[in-house]
């Protein structure tokens, strides 16, 4: 049996790699680009086993609905159809993620599977800003009340994804005559503007249990000092999520939070992105690993021991 853990810190992608198949370390989380073609090979199908699941986290660019543009919803629904996210899960992500729609992790019960993802639609968007008030001015660009539509995004500093997909967003938020200036800060810096409500846009992430509760990051009552930065909230919602609490029979519980998850999506507080795919790689020197819906429990895994020559 496993009786100690140790974690290496390898900030190099590269050199983490490297490290796996030297065997100084026994399992990494490998990268998209590292899954699919950079360990492929017979030696290292012989050494490594490769394991697959739908991590329990998402990707999201949330919104600040206190502040124009963005505390109009024609305005956030038309974001959603101006970023061409297929098109960077399958380019970028190498296909190993999913595109989600809600608030909930896709392997929940919790998550309402009829809402489809909103469509990349240059033309809706553009539908849905002039109804917004929004038209072209002389230069090409979008305007209201003589003032040209541009927004902030803060991302975490340190490249990855982040750097990447914004690069995809400019472009597609730039054809239709939108400038996104982009923010790059420390992530302790990022947190202390988002506990103070001042950013327009940001782009994180969450990690929850496979069942969670809405109430920390969506009822009203967290808006202003908690973790409902973007201001999200009504009567119905605060209610739903009041009676989901107090509901135990899981399938009633479930519709609540069904219709809640529609009015999320309906109202796009953030344009939802991706669940990825967890991508492991362990030594075939451990048995007994097992996949649960939540991951590995390493602490199960059995060590083999060598065959005497």
């Known amino acids: 049996d496993i009786r100690k853990i140790e974690y290496q810190i390898i900030k190099n992608d590269a050199v983490a790699l490297q490290a796996l198949k030297k065997g100084d370390i026994d399992s990494y989380n490998l990268k998209p680009l590292q899954w699919t073609r950079q360990t492929n ?22 919104y600040n ?18 970023m061409d996210l297929e098109r960077v899960r399958t380019t970028i992500l190498e296909g190993l993620s999913e595109i989600t729609t809600g608030p909930f992790l896709q392997q929940s019960l919790q998550y309402n599977k009829k809402l489809k993802p909103l469509a990349y639609d240059p033309t809706l968007a553009l539908t849905l800003l002039k109804e917004a008030g929004y038209a072209p001015d002389a230069n090409g660009h979008l305007a209201k009340d003589g003032k040209p539509f541009e927004f902030e995004l803060m991302i975490p500093a340190g490249g990855g994804f982040a750097d990447q ?36 846009s940001v782009m994180l992430g969450w990690q929850s249990g496979i069942e969670s509760d809405p109430y920390q990051l969506w009822h009203t ?14 009567g119905e919602t605060d ?49 007994n ?11 199960e895994w059995k060590i083999q021991k060598p065959v005497m020559q």
């Open 239 to 287: 209610g739903l999520i009041e009676k989901a609490r107090v509901t135990f029979d899981p399938t009633e519980r479930n519709k609540l939070y069904h219709r809640f998850h529609e009015i999320v999506y309906n109202e796009q507080p953030y344009t939802f992105l991706y669940a990825s795919y967890a991508l492991i790689a362990v030594n075939r020197r451990f048995t």
């Open 65 to 82: 609905l206190r502040r124009a543009p963005f505390d109009d919803r024609r305005v956030r629904r038309a974001m959603a159809h101006l």
């Open 221 to 234: 009552s967290q808006r202003e000092k908690g973790h409902n930065f973007t201001g999200f909230g009504n």
């Open 289 to 299: 690993v097992n996949v649960y819906p939540i991951g590995l429990d390493m602490l």
């Open 165 to 200: 997909f914004v690069s995809v967003l400019k472009e597609d938020f730039s054809r239709v005559g939108i400038q996104l200036n982009l923010r790059k800060l420390e992530f302790q810096t990022m947190l202390e503007k988002i506990n103070k409500r001042d950013f327009q």
């Open 41 to 62: 090979s017979d030696k290292f199908n012989r050494e490594f086993q490769k394991i697959k699941y739908l991590a329990t986290s998402y990707r999201y660019i949330g």
